[in-house]
Each structure stands twice: as C-alpha cells, then as structure tokens.
C-alpha cells in the first residue's frame, strides 16, 4: 500500500492506494469513536451486498445508511433525506461521514457533510476505478438538477482517502472502464510519459494488472498537484480547470441523453474525443495526436463518438434534422455549464499529449465542432 498527501495546509490529508486500505478506514472509525464522536457511513447497497463480509464490521463503529448508488440519488430529495437521518440520531458538528461506494455516494456523502451544521468531518472509501482516481480527491462535492450535472455543490474537503483496490476485483466491466476514462484524461492533461507508458502496456489495465496500483497513484498525485495550487478554481488561465478535459462537453451528453444512460466515464471518454478533435480544428495538434488518444480510450473499452439520434426527439426525422436539432440541444447544456462564463464557452484544449490549457472558443466554432461530431 502507498500513500501521498494533498498538501493544503492545516486542511492537508493523506490518500492510501492498495489492498489493506479499507482496514485503515476501519481504524479511523474507531478512532473517532473512542473519541465520543458520533460516525456515520453513507454506502451504496449493491457495494454492500458484494462485499458484505469484508464490510460487516463497520456497523461496529458506524451508523449504516444504504442508498442506491445510480446518478437519481444525487438529489434534493436525497440529501434533505440524509440530513433528516442525520438530525435524528443526534449528529452534531463533532460527528464524521464516511462516505462508501462510487462517485455519486461521494459527492452526495460531501455535500452532506459540507452543509450539515455548516460543515462536519468527511472521509471517502471509493470503491469504483473512477472514483478513485478522480472524484474522492479534490473537495468537489454536489447534486445534479434537472439543468444541468453538479450544478448545485461545494468545495469541501475530505480528511482522508481510503483506496482498497481489492474493491474492483468485483466491478463490472462497464464499470472499470470508465473509470479509465479518468485515468486517461490524467496522462492527457499533464504527463506526457504516463501517457505512453499506458501505451507501452501489452494489455489495457484491469482489476489485477500489475501496473493498476501506480496508474491510480499517478493520477491521483497529478490531481492532488492541481488542486493544492488552485484549490477553488480561481486561476484566470489553467489550474484546476484544467481538471475538466472532457467535461464540458461530456457533462451535455450526460444531460441531454438522460442521466443514467451513458456512465459519467463514457461521457468524459466522448468529451475527450471531442476536445482532441476541437484542438485539430483550432490548429494545436495533429490528426496523429487525437488519434493516439481515442485509440487509447477504445482500447480502455470507451466510447469516443454519440449518434445524434441519441438526443433527438423525433427519431424518424432526417439524419441532417436530427443532427441540428441535437446540436442545439447540446449548445444549450453547455451554455448552463459551470465553466461558462458571461455567456463565453470555455474548453480544456490539447496543445501536446500532456500539455493542455484552458480558452474561450466562439460559440459558431463549438457549434460547427459538435455538428461534425455527431453521427
């Protein structure tokens, strides 16, 4: 097992990557415990159905609350509900949430602890690829509305990070490989030789490849790099933002599509594509470059391009209404997007594989972009 540090101060915290975490998370609760403190564990049902043996002991230490796991429990209704438990079994601004499963128990979990009390200690268990690599690590925590995907949230940071990768063995396929997505999006954004060490690998990563444990390092450390100097996402150019490679564009198919019908990570993947193919249209890198990348994500088993149809609502129309028709729909999502700003689309864009930045793009050229883009 490795560990690193997201160096932020008196707010710093350790991430533990390898078989054995999950015990360390163990031992904090009863840690906590031992101190008075109240500890609550917000966990996904199916997580605790597949591993209930090696998870029975929690109910030692914890207060158990089992929710689904899917995109619709990351809610309004959802949180007040958590809130309410909370409220009812006594926690106060002492208490800790633990927070088990994928990424949507953990943004759900964080805002919770975020806005409970004004802010309660948190902890994340991932138990997914992606939320290992990607949304247990940085404070972004919240909920989706019917506009739009994480539009209400906060920035609050865990007190750890327990990453048992013994967690994956079980995930499904579709599941591990969007969280590849993540780990591509990594080496993409900043480390060029990461990139093409996942190249190099005779056989894309799975649950027991050997090199598993040091991409998941790799791309948290990248992660934790970013968000220690620019933990809110305030930098004019760069920064954080950069983060979202992907997202822009991923976020509005995740929307438009109906939530639940393609996984954030096939999403991003799809993003990706689209990033790679706005930086040729834009003239920072060659067609060899995007295809390095999408060859990348579909050897990872992701997607790298959507049919219009797949938004449209009148599936019998023309391909050519349907593609206009699912442009807009797709404009309109990235317009309520959280990186636009005074009504100017902002995309990560790929000068180099493991160099990008941020830049405004004129909506005309996003739109001609997506036209083209889908199929």
């Known amino acids: 097992m490795t560990e690193l540090n997201v160096e932020l101060g008196s707010r ?40 209930a043996e090696k998870l029975a002991e929690i109910s030692k230490y914890a207060e158990l609350f089992e929710i689904a796991g899917g995109e619709g429990s990351k809610s309004f209704p959802m949180l007040a509900e958590i809130c309410s438990k909370l409220a009812r079994h006594n926690a106060d601004r002492k208490s800790a949430v633990f927070a088990l499963g994928g990424g949507v128990i953990g ?16 902890y994340q268990i ?27 949230g906060a920035f609050h940071q865990p007190h750890g990070v327990f990453s048992d990768t013994e967690f994956l063995e079980t995930l499904p396929v579709r599941e591990f490989a969007a969280g590849m997505a993540e780990v591509v999006k990594c080496a993409v954004l900043g480390d060029k030789r990461f990139f093409e060490q996942l190249e190099k690998e005779s ?12 991409a998941i390092l790799k791309s ?38 109906g939530y639940g019908n393609f996984l954030h990570g096939e999403a991003v993947a799809i993003g990706m594509a689209f990033a790679a193919r706005l930086s040729k249209k834009l003239g920072k890198i060659s067609d060899v470059e995007v295809g390095r990348i999408e060859t990348m994500l579909k050897l990872c088993g992701l997607p790298v391009e959507v049919k219009a149809s797949v938004f449209a ?22 317009m309520r997007d959280k990186k636009t700003q005074l009504g100017v689309l902002r995309f990560v864009v790929v000068n180099a594989i493991g160099e990008t930045e941020t830049e405004e793009v004129p909506q005309d050229t996003v739109k001609s972009m997506v036209s083209e883009f889908l199929k």
């Open 12 to 51: 710093s915290y350790p991430i533990f990557v390898g078989g054995g975490a999950f015990e360390l998370a163990l031992a904090k609760m009863a840690e906590l415990r031992s101190g008075k403190k109240k500890v609550f564990c917000i966990a996904d049902a199916a997580v605790l159905k597949a591993h």
């Open 107 to 122: 943004d759900l979990a964080g805002f919770v602890s975020a806005v409970y009390m004004r802010g309660i200690e948190f």
């Open 126 to 152: 991932p138990t997914t690829l992606l939320a290992m690599v990607d949304s247990s690590v940085g404070g972004k925590t919240g909920i989706n509305i019917p506009e739009g995907k994480n539009l209400v």
């Open 203 to 214: 056989k894309p990563l799975g649950p027991k490849h050997p090199y598993l444990a040091e």
């Open 220 to 257: 948290c450390g990248l992660k934790a790099k970013v968000v220690a100097q620019d933990e809110f996402e305030t930098s004019k150019n760069g920064g954080r933002a950069l983060l979202n490679l992907g997202h822009t564009f991923g976020h509005a198919v995740e929307n438009c599509a």
């Open 313 to 334: 609502e009148n599936k019998s129309a023309p391909g050519n209404i349907q593609r206009e028709e699912s442009a807009e729909k797709l404009m309109r999502a990235m």
